[in-house]
Every structure is written in C-alpha cells, then in structure tokens.
C-alpha cells in the first residue's frame, strides 16, 4: 500500500520561503507522475503543481508560477516544493499525491491523483 508522508509546512512571514518534503513507501516512485495539491480554508482542493516520473516535464497553476518549484529525487522516492515569495493567499494543508502511473501530469484538475498523504499546513501571516 501507497504511503506519503509530508514535512516542511510551518509559519512564514509574507516573502518568505518554505521547503515542503514529501517521502513515499510502497509504490513504484520512480514509476508515476507526482504532485501537490492543497486546500485553503473554506475552498476546494486545487492543483497546483505535477512532475513527469522522471523529472523532466513539470507543470504550474498560474497563480504559483515562478514561486514555487517542484523536483523529486527517485533514488529517495522524495518529492519536494520549493516555496518562494508566499503570499498570504498561499496559506493552506498542502498535499503530496501519487497518480499511480506515468504519462499524466496535469493539473487541469485532481482526478489523476489516485492516493495523497495527510497533509502538511502551511500559514503565511505577518
């Protein structure tokens, strides 16, 4: 069975910066496409970012693009966002999701994700 576990969130002033870390157990890492997601309160989950199984084609939602940056070491079966100049609308749980095979990417929307962890909170205040 698929584990994801994320670590990283915290509280950041606006501008400020977060690494999130997500390791994964039991699933065929280097295998499938990965993502985040994330849920703001009082919103629906959305996608915000996706990375090719093996790291070469990734994809943004246009809000976070330039801000944040996603990659993964395969060799660790470890996906990371790299956080940069958060804004207070970036405040939400941020989940790592597995899409259980190669070839989707895409965040168009959640329905290729097919397993997340628990979730990692992230809260950008002065």
């Known amino acids: 069975q698929v584990q994801l576990v994320e670590s990283g969130g915290g509280l950041v002033q606006p501008g400020g910066s977060l690494t999130l870390s997500c390791v994964t157990t039991g699933s065929a890492f280097d295998y499938e496409d990965m993502g985040w997601f994330r849920q703001a309160p009082g919103k629906e989950h959305e996608a915000v970012s996706c990375i090719s199984n093996s790291g070469d084609v990734t994809n943004y939602k246009d809000f976070v693009k330039g801000r944040l940056t996603i990659a993964r070491n395969n060799a660790k079966k470890t996906l990371f966002l790299q956080m940069d100049n958060l804004k207070p609308e970036d405040t939400a749980v941020y989940y790592c999701?597995?899409?259980?095979?190669?070839?989707?990417?895409?965040?168009?929307?959640?329905?290729?994700?097919?397993?997340w962890g628990q979730g990692t909170q992230v809260t950008v205040s002065s």
């Open positions: 999701a597995a899409v259980g095979h190669a070839g989707w990417c895409s965040v168009a929307d959640l329905t290729g994700f097919t397993s």
